[in-house]
């Protein structure tokens, strides 16, 4: 074919183009004669369909308006266009509703001209963090266009329950991972940054944060045989662990102080914020210093 | 130490830029700040490599410690390899996955052991809870090359993992099912989509888009792109911080005649930019 040795011309996306157009062409071939004055044809159908789209353009406009003006009373003819129009107007004065009402619960949103852009704010112990946006087009169905949903959050579980059936449901949900997976990595990130110095060895951590292992000493100069925590939260909703596993590392395990101080820092960790856990070790540490100087 | 771990560690040294030498050496952290402080920098780049794998000698330095350098090395330039995307997947209505980062090497590196005695696995942790994971492939009667080994790039939780292209295509079905079974999960496919940037296919199949506006920017202040009768050859470069959502946008702000290609429009919806094209 003729066309192979045109390759050299232009790089690959062009080749590509030509042969996009090469199959449009043979496909129109095979329905219409070639014609002379194809090319002038081409640009008066460009100008009607352009023509046609302006025209619907004000057309829909024209409905938007009336849809507007009279909300009571749907005229008969246009019944079937109207209420279409109606479901998705009524969608957008519900999602704005929850908006509303959600607003303190770091739920905000924004009108786009698809639909509506929802911004989630997260936040734990009164300390604002990230911030993660869902633009959604309100459609039937109604879809996810772009977000900022880290990806192993279970977006697509939570959207297959709810978005079709239950906007609310759906944007309460994702709140409640998205608050809780934050609210635990701000806890294992201040326990890194802040508590350094009880830690034997790195934190050991996942994306979600919903695994930590870590060895730790309860006094930062390690008079103590260190302790090794490993905390799971299988809650994907709670920022509190399910199951805590304290085991202790020192040689006279049979000591009852130390299976003391190992089951009640067992129930420190399933009550308490990791780093809050921290702090009252701290505490304690500071306590028995002042009772050696008095 | 082994001359072959000698060699490696030569070569290694020497593919490393001088501009980098210092930088990558202390990310290595096995040649001690003291030790590399005696260490002329200056000399030609022969005679430096010489004094550092001495010192790596007298240190006593394994093929563990050879390999960690060689994904360090890979780190500061991967750019320089093309990466696949694997996608894998689970059974629906699983249990919450509890990722263990160290549960996850040991069983990635016990599934390999298994099926081949001759093989070098190497692990290094990254940000963002990722990990590189580096393999030498063997045979069952050869030891393992070390020039030429796989890289894998996982992020913990996701279901996708990054490999550097491998000439031996025999192992990608042991290295699949390693990922597969230490990740827990069920099934494991190869995407069409390649490219030498990791950063731009993470946010192709992380789907990590910024609330952007892309502006098109023009220099010619309608000079010699005003009445033309004819159509204009030119070369255009697009940057952007998000390229092709900006193509895609040029269609609705009437700068370009819709519909866009398809082939530029599925990359990130169906987050492929492999295409086989075939006569029909």
């Avoid at chain 1, 969608?91 to 929802?118: D, H, P, W």
């Avoid at chain 1, 959207?159 to 998205?178: D, G, M, R």
């Avoid at chain 2, 309608?222 to 050859?233: D, F």
Wanted: glycine letters at 4%.
């Amino acid at each position: 074919m003729e066309w192979a040795n045109d390759k050299s011309k232009g790089g690959v996306l062009a080749h590509l183009e030509r042969l996009e157009t090469q199959m449009s062409r043979s496909c129109k071939n095979l329905e219409d004669p070639p014609r002379e004055t194809a090319e002038s044809d081409l640009g008066t159908k460009i100008h009607k369909l352009r023509c046609l789209r302006d025209k619907l353009r004000a057309e829909v406009k024209q409905r938007q308006a009336r849809i507007k003006a009279s909300t009571a009373n749907a005229e008969p003819d246009q019944t079937l266009e109207i209420s279409e129009q109606e479901a998705v107007g009524g969608k957008e004065e519900n999602m704005k509703a929850i908006l509303q009402a959600y607003r303190f619960t770091g739920l905000s949103g924004k009108r786009t001209s698809r639909g509506v852009c929802v911004c989630i704010s997260t936040a734990f112990e009164g300390n604002l963090l990230d911030s993660y946006f869902v633009d959604l087009v309100i459609q039937k169905p109604l879809r996810i266009h772009h977000h900022s949903v880290p990806v192993f959050i279970p977006l697509e579980e939570i959207s297959a329950k709810y978005l079709q059936t239950n906007i609310q449901h759906f944007l309460f949900c994702l709140c409640e991972y998205l608050n809780a997976y934050a609210g635990r990595k701000y806890q294992a990130d201040q326990l890194q940054r802040d508590f350094a110095a009880f830690l034997a060895g790195p934190l050991q951590r996942n994306s979600l944060c919903n695994l930590l292992s870590f060895t730790y000493k309860v006094e930062p100069q390690g008079r103590s045989f260190p302790f090794c925590a490993r905390l799971l939260y299988k809650d994907l909703t709670t920022t509190l662990p399910t199951d805590v596993t304290i085991t202790y590392q020192g040689t006279d395990a049979s000591s009852t102080s130390w299976e003391e101080q190992r089951a009640s820092h067992e129930n420190l960790f399933f009550t308490k914020p990791l780093h809050q856990v921290f702090t009252s070790f701290a505490r304690n540490g500071e306590r028995l210093d002042m009772s050696l100087v008095s | 130490m082994d001359e072959t771990v000698a060699e490696f560690i030569k070569r290694t040294i020497l593919k490393i830029p001088m501009t980098e030498m210092m930088t990558i050496l202390k990310a290595w952290d096995f040649l001690p700040e003291n030790q590399l402080q005696t260490v002329n920098f200056r000399q030609r780049k022969e005679s430096l490599v010489q004094d550092l794998v001495l010192l790596c000698e007298s240190k006593r330095a394994s093929l563990r410690d050879a390999a960690l350098l060689d994904i360090i090395y890979t780190q500061f330039h991967r750019h320089q390899k093309v990466w696949d995307v694997f996608q894998m997947s689970k059974e629906p209505g699983e249990d919450v996955d509890l990722f263990d980062m160290e549960r996850f090497k040991s069983s990635f590196e016990k599934i390999l052991r298994r099926a081949l005695k001759n093989v070098t696995v190497s692990f290094r942790d990254a940000e963002e809870n990722a990990v590189w994971i580096r393999i030498a492939w063997g045979t069952q009667y050869r030891k393992p090359n070390q020039y030429k080994p796989v890289y894998v790039v996982y992020y913990s939780q996701t279901p996708y993992a990054f490999t550097s292209f491998c000439h031996l295509k025999s192992n990608t079905p042991l290295l699949s099912q390693a990922l597969t079974v230490a990740s827990n999960h069920h099934k494991i496919v190869k995407m069409d989509l390649r490219s030498r940037y990791l950063d731009s296919l993470k946010a192709i199949v992380f789907k990590q888009y910024n609330q952007l506006e892309t502006k098109f920017k023009s220099d010619f202040h309608g000079g010699i792109l005003a009445e033309r009768k004819e159509p204009l050859r030119c070369l255009i470069k697009f940057s952007s911080p998000h390229l092709l959502e900006a193509l895609k946008s040029l269609a609705p702000a009437g700068i370009a005649d819709a519909p866009l290609s398809p082939l530029l429009t599925c990359i990130p919806n169906k987050g492929m930019n492999y295409f086989k094209i075939r006569d029909k």
